[in-house]
């Protein structure tokens, strides 16, 4: 079968390869998934350029690829939930990547039946943005009638947030560029800032939770709007130091860390509010939640881009540049 693979650390297109390599065999507790199509994210091309080496050291070749809808063509021997020719979905187990391929083997604890409403392009869009709202929510202890500023909410998480915090009765303020403005409306939100004409921070204050997809100033600037005793949930900053253990980071990292912190630990404090960076990780049942708010039609797939699989280089590459209108899919059929 035809894999993408990372051959090592660097620029994108110099770095990754495709090859013929054997079906997979599953496990017990696996199911053989044919992939119909796969959905980018950022953290691919980061794992390429060697920027989450610290967290997961690759050796090479290495697979590449989280999100995948597909079809079930195999399943382990202790596999109950699931029968051939199921159409699924699933973001597969961080230590298990590769669904820049045509089949990959799957725990079956990862996998969930596919909406019904949606095609396989859409429903390769959703496990990883909506897993990570979904985990990054939980945290900041989302109830109905919080006032919520969504980051970047014409990209691959935000527009999925938008609708989550919307269907959670959330009031939402969120940010993106003007020629985004209009259809993020239309994904619910209440008060849309267009970042090249407005300054969020004049315009905001006291929400609840900010829900920082950015980093850098943004994560920092978060407590200036944020009320007394509100979150601030961040996917895209610096690992709080609880975090930081859980992802194995080593103690000289975990230090340096916590002086780059120490602003915002401070502000933090300041306020009296709960600071959180998230990492997601893989959850069917999590998954089937996220499944029956789109069959109820609460939350809609954005597709920005399908690219053929022999295309997913510049389709890497598109993600990179960091203006993708919702998310950017690789159709292997
Ligand atoms: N920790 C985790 O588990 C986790 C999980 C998922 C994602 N992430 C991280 O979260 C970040 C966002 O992921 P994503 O998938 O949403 O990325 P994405 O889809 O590539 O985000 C692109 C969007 O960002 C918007 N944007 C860029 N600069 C902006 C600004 N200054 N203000 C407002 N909007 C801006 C762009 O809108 P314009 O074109 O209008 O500028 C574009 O629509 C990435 O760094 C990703 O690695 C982390």
Not at 45 to 62: D, Q, R, T, V
Not at 165 to 189: E, H, I, M, Q, R
Not at 299 to 316: G, H, Q
Request: aromatic letters at 8%; a neutral charge; proline letters at 3%.
């Amino acid at each position: 079968m035809k894999v993408l693979q990372i051959t090592g650390y660097g620029k994108i297109a110099e770095n990754v390869e495709f090859r013929e390599v054997e079906k997979p065999k599953i496990g017990n507790h696996q199911l053989l998934i044919e992939i119909h199509t796969a959905s980018i994210n950022p953290v691919d091309y980061k794992i390429i350029e060697g920027a989450m080496k610290n967290i997961n050291k690759l050796s090479f070749p290495a697979p590449v690829g989280f999100d995948l809808a597909g079809k079930v063509i195999e399943k382990g021997e202790n596999v109950t939930n699931f029968n051939l020719g199921d159409e699924v979905f699933a973001r597969v187990p961080t230590d298990s990547p590769g669904t820049f391929a045509e089949m990959i083997a799957v725990d079956q604890q990862a996998v969930c039946q596919k909406p019904s409403n949606l095609s396989y392009a859409e429903a390769a869009s959703i496990p990883l943005v909506g897993l990570t709202t979904v985990q990054s929510f939980q945290k900041a202890k989302l109830k109905s009638g919080d006032k919520v500023l969504i980051h970047a909410g014409s990209g691959g998480v935000g527009s999925f947030a938008i609708q989550y915090a919307k269907a959670k009765g959330a009031y939402v303020f969120t940010t993106t560029s003007t020629k985004n403005v209009d259809w993020v409306k239309d994904l619910g939100a209440d008060r849309v800032i267009d970042y090249k004409k407005e300054d969020y921070l004049k315009i905001i204050e006291e929400v609840d939770i900010v829900y920082d997809t950015l980093g850098g100033d943004y994560t920092k600037d978060a407590f200036k709007v944020l009320k007394e005793g509100g979150s601030v949930i961040s996917i895209a900053g610096d690992p709080d130091n609880e975090t930081a253990k859980e992802l194995g980071l080593n103690g000289l990292i975990r230090f340096l860390l916590k002086l780059k912190r120490f602003k915002l630990d401070q502000l933090s404090k300041e306020k009296n509010a709960y600071y959180k960076f998230v990492m997601m990780h893989a959850d069917g049942t999590q998954l089937n939640d996220i499944k029956e708010l789109i069959e109820s039609n609460h939350i809609a797939a954005i597709v920005d881009k399908e690219y053929p699989f022999t295309e997913a280089i510049d389709a890497l590459e598109y993600v990179k540049k960091g203006h993708a209108k919702g998310k950017v899919v690789l159709n292997m059929k």
